[in-house]
């Protein structure tokens, strides 16, 4: 079994910035993709970015150029520095993990970022 915890989620002003962390724990074999989602009120759950074990990483249109992620394998972490942040951006963040071999995927409980006007 895999857990996940996430941290760093909270209230900023527009064209503020906040990072967001995910820790992994537990059975965590071979090459995976660990990432993030977002769901905002109202709106469907959706990818922000993901990194794989092997630093490849792909971006939502939307937070291209604004959002980076990275991860430390050692740890089994993600990261995710959010810049120039806009209220669009107000959801709650889910922190995930694939692993390649396997159709499971694992996910936090997640974290509120809210970004107001």
């Known amino acids: 079994q895999v857990q996940l915890a996430e941290s760093g989620g909270g209230l900023v002003q527009a064209g503020g910035s906040l990072r967001l962390s995910c820790a992994a724990s537990?059975?965590?074999?071979?090459?995976?993709?660990m990432g993030w989602y977002r769901q905002a009120p109202g709106k469907q759950r959706e990818l922000v970015a993901t990194?794989?074990?092997?630093?490849?990483?792909n971006y939502a249109a939307s937070v291209k150029g604004r959002f980076t992620i990275s991860r430390d394998n050692a740890r089994n972490s993600v990261n995710l520095e959010m810049n120039s942040l806009k209220p669009e951006d107000t959801a709650v963040y889910y922190c995930?993990?694939?692993?390649?071999?396997?159709?499971?995927?694992?996910w936090g409980k997640g974290t509120l970022v809210t970004v107001s006007s």
């Open positions: 537990g059975s965590i074999f071979g090459p995976n993709a």
């Open positions: 990194i794989t074990s092997g630093a490849d990483t």
């Open positions: 995930y993990l694939h692993p390649l071999a396997y159709s499971m995927v694992y």
